[in-house]
């Protein structure tokens, strides 16, 4: 499996970003997919989490009210809608996918993206 992001950038304070990944492969809905951030010296954290069918979700405290993950199946894509963006949300974002199940732990996903930047301006 191949996830590809995008929709990262520079944004001043208070903006918003989309952040998407295209997954390749047709067992695309099999998977719960997430978003996890590592900012620089910093260790790789859970920002949103989805299963197969978006009814369950998981996020950090410090972005509940502000994003909001959702996904496509029909499209193969996970989508990060963030509102709100602080300083604090700088960091390179990383699309991840997992066979198990569900989960919200690094260990836990098979599968990354490469990573897109979101730097937020104060």
């Known amino acids: 499996v191949q996830l590809v992001e995008s929709g990262g950038g520079l944004v001043q304070a208070g903006g918003s970003l989309k952040l998407s990944c295209v997954a390749s492969?047709?067992?695309?809905?099999?998977?719960?997919m997430a978003w996890f951030r590592q900012a620089p010296g910093k260790e790789r954290e859970l920002v949103a989490a989805?299963?197969?069918?978006?009814?369950?979700?998981d996020y950090a405290d410090s972005v509940k009210g502000r994003f909001t993950i959702s996904r496509d199946n029909t499209k193969n894509t996970v989508f990060l809608q963030m509102n709100s963006l602080e300083p604090a949300d700088t960091a390179v974002y990383y699309c991840?996918?997992?066979?198990?199940?569900w989960g919200t732990g690094v260990p836990e996903y098979d599968y990354w993206g490469q990573g897109t930047q979101v730097t937020v301006s104060s």
């Open positions: 492969g047709d067992t695309f809905i099999t998977y719960s």
């Open positions: 989805i299963n197969w069918s978006g009814s369950q979700t």
């Open positions: 991840a996918a997992t066979t198990t199940g």
